[in-house]
Every structure is written in structure tokens, then in C-alpha cells.
């Protein structure tokens, strides 16, 4: 594994997508300086290359792999570059994605904490990270999730994309790296006593060796748009149910019980 091939690697990946420029521009990155790490006379900083490995979906060390195992991965398992303006017309109308449903949803737009209580981890609390944010005229999100004390995985990744459904928020999520695990999500909006949170239950596949089908209640917990971003990644994390640092309000909604008042799984606002 060298930075060596990373020029390779990045030139590869390019004939993925539709142009260079296209490339650059999705990922938000200057073209003049991606084709200096594509000649190799410049080398990526750390951010950069986890914004180039999110957007093909791949793990940031894939990219300084050798170059012949990387071209052995990208042909066993296609890079996403993923233009969601490309979205045939059939799947726009079915998701109604027009410019009238996605202006409500500007005001989503920024960092979270999301949290929920995972089945693999009994009687914890998941706390990640999800950036929400427009894109091409559509609201689509990164969501990251570690598990730094887990020598199986560190950390999951997941693209999204937010609909707006009049009176509440459907958002899809898959896995990045390989296109499993999807997740959907379907969320109120701000509440007037709690207006920095969305809540709701989102419906998936899990990690487990069985990959079961399960429900969570899960909360949303907005930052802000301009935040420090090394901080909140250090708060995501796994935390035991009761832990203090987790606010009692958001523990209270993602309590996966069923009350003998509640007929159904169902969200707690």
C-alpha cells in the first residue's frame, strides 16, 4: 500500500464517471488541483481524500491500495458515482421530486447526531453523524457511524436522500461502501418544544451474521450548519442507555419498548 498509486487509482476511478470536470464538481473540488493528484505532483490532504473515497463509496485506505489489487476491487465491485440530477424522470415523479417539495426541506439542511439503540449492541445507545445538504436541487445526506472499541468494523457509511411528504420526512439511506443495508426513515418535523429535533422510526437490514429486518426509534439531534467537526466526531460513539452524557428526552424517544397503551411499534414525540 503506497501513496504512490494513488495517481492510478484516481485516473481509474475517473473513467467511472461522465467527465473529470463532472467528477470535480460533484465532489466539490477544485479540478486544477484533482489533476495534480491525478499527475501526482500534488498529494490529496487526509479531508480530500475521504471527500474523493465517500463519493465512490469506498474506505479512505482503499485508494492508496497497489494498483493492480485496487483495479481487482473497482472490477469485483463498481465505484458509485452517484449524479442524483441523472434520476430518470419515472423515478422523480414516483418520489416527487420536484423544486416545490425540496424548498420545504431546505430548512433541514446542516449537521446531526443522530442516535438510535442498535440489535448488535444490547442495551447501548448509537450516537453518529449525518451531514444533510443540497445537491444538484435535491437534499441528500452522509451519515458516518463508529465503533471505535469494535475490532470488527470502525466505522459505516451511509449516502441518503430526504423527501418531503407534506407533513412528514421519508429519507432512504444505503450502505456506501457496497450498496447493502438500506435503511428508511420516515421522520416528523421540528416540534415548537423541541425544535432541534426530528424523530420517527426507520426500517432495515442490520449488521448482524443473520441480517435481520429491524425497527428502531431514532432521533435526529440538529447542530447547525457551521460546526466543529473534529468534536462531533468524537462524540459519536456507543453509549450505555442510561449514560448521562445522552439528554434524558432523546433517550426517553428511542427506547425500543412497546408500552400497554401502545397498540404498535411506533415513534415517541
Same mark, same amino acid.
Given at each position: 500500500?503506497?501513496?504512490?498509486?494513488?495517481?492510478?487509482?484516481?485516473?481509474?476511478?475517473?473513467?467511472?464517471?461522465? #467527465?473529470?470536470?463532472?467528477?470535480? &464538481?460533484? %465532489?466539490?473540488?477544485?479540478?486544477?488541483?484533482?489533476?495534480?493528484?491525478?499527475?501526482?505532483?500534488?498529494?490529496?490532504?487526509? #479531508?480530500?481524500?475521504?471527500?474523493?473515497?465517500?463519493?465512490? !463509496?469506498?474506505?479512505?485506505?482503499?485508494?492508496?491500495?497497489?494498483?493492480?489489487?485496487?483495479? +481487482?476491487?473497482?472490477? %469485483? *465491485?463498481?465505484? /458509485?458515482?452517484?449524479?442524483?440530477?441523472?434520476?430518470?424522470?419515472? /423515478?422523480? +415523479?414516483? $418520489?416527487? $421530486?420536484?423544486?416545490?417539495?425540496?424548498?420545504?426541506?431546505? +430548512?433541514?439542511?446542516?449537521?446531526?447526531?443522530?442516535?438510535?439503540?442498535? $440489535?448488535?449492541?444490547? !442495551?447501548?445507545?448509537?450516537?453518529?453523524?449525518?451531514? =444533510?445538504?443540497?445537491?444538484?436541487?435535491? /437534499?441528500?445526506?452522509?451519515?458516518?457511524?463508529?465503533?471505535?472499541?469494535?475490532? &470488527?468494523?470502525?466505522?459505516?457509511? @451511509?449516502?441518503?436522500?430526504?423527501?418531503?411528504?407534506?407533513? +412528514?420526512? =421519508?429519507?432512504?439511506?444505503?450502505?456506501?461502501?457496497?450498496? *447493502?443495508?438500506?435503511?428508511?426513515?420516515?421522520? @416528523?418535523?421540528?416540534?415548537?418544544?423541541?425544535?432541534?429535533?426530528?424523530?420517527?422510526?426507520?426500517?432495515?437490514?442490520?449488521?448482524? #451474521?443473520? *441480517?435481520?429486518?429491524?425497527?428502531?426509534? =431514532? =432521533?435526529?439531534?440538529?447542530?447547525?450548519?457551521?460546526?466543529?467537526?473534529?468534536?462531533?466526531?468524537?462524540?459519536?460513539?456507543?453509549?450505555?442507555?442510561?449514560?448521562?452524557?445522552?439528554?434524558?428526552?432523546?433517550?426517553?424517544?428511542?427506547?425500543?419498548?412497546?408500552?400497554?397503551?401502545?397498540?404498535?411499534?411506533?415513534? *415517541?414525540?
Amino acid at each position: 500500500m503506497s501513496a504512490a498509486d494513488l495517481p492510478a487509482n484516481l485516473r481509474l476511478l475517473c473513467s467511472y464517471g461522465r #467527465s473529470i470536470t463532472a467528477v470535480c &464538481r460533484q %465532489i466539490g473540488i477544485n479540478r486544477q488541483q484533482f489533476t495534480k493528484y491525478m499527475a501526482g505532483t500534488s498529494q490529496p490532504g487526509l #479531508s480530500n481524500v475521504r471527500r474523493i473515497a465517500d463519493h465512490f !463509496g469506498l474506505e479512505d485506505y482503499e485508494l492508496l491500495m497497489e494498483h493492480d489489487a485496487f483495479r +481487482k476491487l473497482v472490477s %469485483i *465491485r463498481r465505484p /458509485i458515482a452517484p449524479n442524483i440530477s441523472d434520476l430518470s424522470d419515472e /423515478i422523480r +415523479k414516483t $418520489l416527487f $421530486l420536484t423544486s416545490d417539495s425540496v424548498a420545504p426541506l431546505l +430548512k433541514q439542511v446542516g449537521y446531526y447526531h443522530n442516535y438510535f439503540m442498535p $440489535l448488535e449492541y444490547p !442495551g447501548c445507545i448509537l450516537r453518529g453523524l449525518c451531514h =444533510v445538504y443540497e445537491q444538484n436541487g435535491f /437534499i441528500v445526506s452522509r451519515n458516518v457511524e463508529r465503533y471505535p472499541r469494535d475490532p &470488527r468494523v470502525r466505522v459505516k457509511k @451511509y449516502n441518503g436522500i430526504f423527501v418531503h411528504t407534506g407533513d +412528514k420526512i =421519508v429519507m432512504f439511506e444505503r450502505e456506501s461502501t457496497i450498496g *447493502r443495508a438500506p435503511w428508511l426513515s420516515i421522520l @416528523y418535523p421540528y416540534e415548537q418544544d423541541q425544535p432541534q429535533l426530528l424523530q420517527g422510526l426507520t426500517l432495515g437490514v442490520t449488521r448482524s #451474521s443473520g *441480517r435481520e429486518i429491524a425497527c428502531y426509534r =431514532v =432521533v435526529m439531534e440538529y447542530l447547525g450548519q457551521d460546526i466543529d467537526l473534529r468534536q462531533a466526531m468524537r462524540g459519536c460513539d456507543l453509549y450505555a442507555e442510561d449514560d448521562e452524557r445522552i439528554d434524558p428526552e432523546i433517550r426517553r424517544r428511542i427506547r425500543c419498548e412497546i408500552l400497554p397503551h401502545e397498540l404498535a411499534f411506533m415513534a *415517541r414525540v
